[in-house]
């Protein structure tokens, strides 16, 4: 590594390469070129066993198994398959007490919006209680998670109601409507667990956060409007979610107003609406809002009681059946025509639902700086929905608003769950004549209050400042929900993220570089103000990988550079264009196409007398171009490790051209 | 830009940057650290403005026209819409000679052609003597491409047949089948036109070039298979496309086979295929090639003729219809249930039909060091197929067979299809009766013959070779059109192409950088054999933009280098990490997501007391980190424009913590 001894100031004094090339006609002793190493082709199976191990274990998930005892090893994997055994080792009263609270905390929120959110899957209330109380027990043994409150979530009960409906009618099918309800949890289970399995849980990534953040939005507002139908007392009512539909329902059936029931409905929802902006503004006073539906549930329970409101047109929930979740095994349905229906539902509730599950579990477990594995709540989750459709529960997943909840009262682990689990069980064999008198507008209360918290303006204004094409996807899958349908809706934002994706590959940036000064390195003109162009030379880089979606473009538009630059070199007087140099750091990947428009490039650019040179190849690329033979045809003395070693070397070469007669 | 007096050679003897580091106990004068410029937003119209037309202009098609005067800007604007007024000009008849010549040839091939692809589509044989006749013609006014010999081409005869026969049979409803034929011809052109109109040309480019080996190499295959009706002489054949049906139907059909027709179809099929053999050997000879076709026609219709074959079990063609194209625009269909049928065939073969034309276009364009404006020859080919359609033509582009010979033959201008053009409208005129005797199992063999050409088992190969990728979806392709049918092969085909842009991104490459000994840049340790770590640091480049899709697995991925070079730094009794420098050069774009990741990130790094330092952000990822505030919380001391900066500012700061007690 010669020259320690010879330690200079190399920095202070470097002179303007510019000024020192050779072009300009003084001498320079030749700078250093690095050979650009081109890595040999790897075996076939050893290239494949790597890329594979990055698609599907980037988490390396047996590293912690590797140098250890066969017994460690196996309490090892214990721990990894059930979570529990990581903490329940140390398990200790004063864990206890922090869960046992933060457990009777959720429990008061899970009740009511278990109730609320099973009517807006059109199922009856008692299957929102029933999945309140398996899937937590089996996500508090299986999840790894400590914050998590698994049940009924908002959205996923939404799209379910919404797709189901269009098929069978919740009202004159209900056995069949709950067969397929069933059916598609089992499936949305299923789907889960097996993208868990299988390590594809990147699919849930293509779900980006313009596209939910406005489908979020376009949900909440539906699901909003759909409890007009409650909050107004109306009986009949469109089954259909769109907006036009809905609104065009709600002033139809004016005659059907029940004034006391609006009164009712209004004075709760200001209640939970002062009371969640309490919880929102100051964490500590969280169970303010966390307290609050139980505490209308119950006053508008006594109020109607009291007043006799069912009698004066306030519709109730009713008798509920007692007991503990009867099997539902049996009323799975794997043939017949509605078997597709039930899996494309599953399919879309399943990855909605997973979304939202390890986005919280992820959210708060950044915030106790702990990590969740991804792949493995996906199984957590997957296989606990398959468990729930066996034992009359619907898709559950993990709940934004009741985590939130969980964490502030104090949970420490998925014991809270537990504790939620064992209300509703008492709630379920002792507590439902409670429910008879309770009112279904404080459900509905209760829904808009939940769903209110899912539209998100803020971030939509910050994507609105920051991108304005992410701004476009968000409000496309937004005005889709609201107009069209909750399925086209999701589907026009993902395809609309997929797209900018693809278009950014299509239309890469190309862009001029020039040398700052005092250094040797090359930067953007637009970018950097103090870069200097190299007489007679375009220095260009790529910004993109090399794709046959590009390489017809990018070969176009290095041409109309290169004309560009030679009407400005003629116009400033300047000597002409004799060689161009890509720097391609930035192309990370390149494909059959991108070479082949390399050597067409390079072709019509000799048909021009104009030379041109590669610097910075990554590994991968040139790899592709040794492999393909390209690297001779471009030819290896063609080929920099660094930009300004082309700059050098070209402009020595020049030299010599002008030097010879 | 000081030190120019000041020549030294900089580059014999800079001494490792790592061994004066300030960590290492030595003094060091300051490196000069640049200020990354962070760019300020520009106006949302200007944005969009340039972004639009990069998308859509990025030829800059305007650029003539500046600085001419009105009178020339009108003949230019003629010129650019005409390009005959570009070359009709200086036409001469040295070059008339060369076009008639190249005409003529092209015109003995493009008869039996004609004939044979539109028996290929379930069309009349004449159709394909008409679509040689107006196209061509439209296309000489129109067209930019000197070389490209336009007429009915294999692979859109095929999916148009292939598609309208599905729901239409061509025997028992020849009406309703020429109606959609036409239909869909005139969708194809609107189609056409419109993305040449629009500018969207680039969607061309979504068929990738391994996609197209496959699907050309699966179609041949398929067109072959569904020639052995005519060569075995088979009256009963199945109408189904895919490889098991058409070989269950010969073999169930073995009584059919004739064999006086059997025999004289091997015979011809080895005549063509050894004058095809010659004329790809010596490109001199390639009239060779070019007049077999017509040979073969010649010498069968004799033959038959003489030996009375018609009467022996080999069919004939029989009677054409003699004339000049009959109008067929009261033909065009635009309601009913077949009109969705007819829009998806166009844009099908529309969409097919352009990737050849524009392809053959730009080969041979490059051969002759022109350029073919993308955008054009798709307005020119839209037009032509919008006429056609109302002259009795179907789907037609530029032929890559014709066109090659055209070019052997010397053709100079677009003179030569009207040459050609001229040939076809005297043989519809007057030379149709001697057809009668022309046996079907002649246009079976040329149709074998051209169509064999298409099987690319080279660059098959090669793709094989490069990447495996690309191989698989070159195979998925191939199998897809086989076996189950040409619109799900092409389907599959695009999808894996897409997918694997897609993946690109999702799994993106983070290399480990470390310092090339003798200079100042920092390469991947992989790579550069030579390149050294610094003590204390990861150097870590990440070689994809940062979105939503990546975003979590970047996170990950980058947590477990930290993990991994930590256990090797304790292995190796090195230092403890105390910082990352994350080289973003070729991240060349960012999302919201991805910003979200890198300040989650920071957060993740700071708890565990390692920094996290950025280096060479490029402007829009610049730009996009200031616009939502993420440059101040990265801490905007954090951000350097080079690597080198960042390793030298980071020691020296490391250094003074160390100083302090």
Known sequence: MGGSSNRVNIFKDIPDLENSLPISGQTMEPLQIHKVSCPKGKKTLQTLKQELGEVFFPDDPLHQFKN????????????????????????????????????????SLAIPQGISYAKLANLPPIIGLYSSFVPPLIYSVLGSSRDLAVGPVSIASLVMGSMLREAVSPDKEPTMYL????TATFFAGVFQASLGFLRLGFIVDFLSKPTLIGFMGGAAIIVSLQQLKGLLGIVHFTTKMGFVPVMLSVFKQRTEWAWQTVILGFCFLCFLLITRHIGLRRPKLFWVSAAAPLTSVILSTIIVFGLKGHSHGIQTIGKLQEGLNPPSANMLYFRGSYLGLAIKTGIITGILSLTEGIAVGRTFASLKNYQVDGNKEMMAIGLMNMAGSCTSCYVTTGSFSRSAVNYNAGSKTAVSNMVMASVVLITMLFLMPLFFYTPNVILSVIIITAVIGLIDFSSAM?????????????????????????????????????????????????VILGKVPGTMSYRSLGQYREAARIPSLIILGIESPIYFANSMYLQERILRWVREEEERAAKMMESNIKCIVLDISAVTAIDASGIDALLELKKALNNRSIQLVIANPVAGVAEKLNLSEAWEKLGSECIYMRVCEAVVAVSSMLKGQQGQP
């Open 68 to 107: 250890q005892s066969f017994l460690r090893k196996l309490a090892l994997a214990l721990q990894y398959l059930f979570p529990i055994f990581q903490w329940g080792s140390e398990y200790n009263l004063q864990l206890l007490k922090s869960d046992a609270i933060s457990g009777l905390t959720i429990a």
């Open 179 to 182: 067969q397929l309800a069933f």
């Open 462 to 510: 910050r994507l609105w400042k920051v991108d304005k094409l992410d701004f476009v996807a968000c409000l496309s899958a937004f005005f889709g929900v609201l107009f069209i349908s909750v399925q086209i809706g999701l589907a026009i934002a993902v395809g609309i993220s997929m797209l900018k994706i693809l278009m950014h590959v299509t239309r890469p940036s190309v």
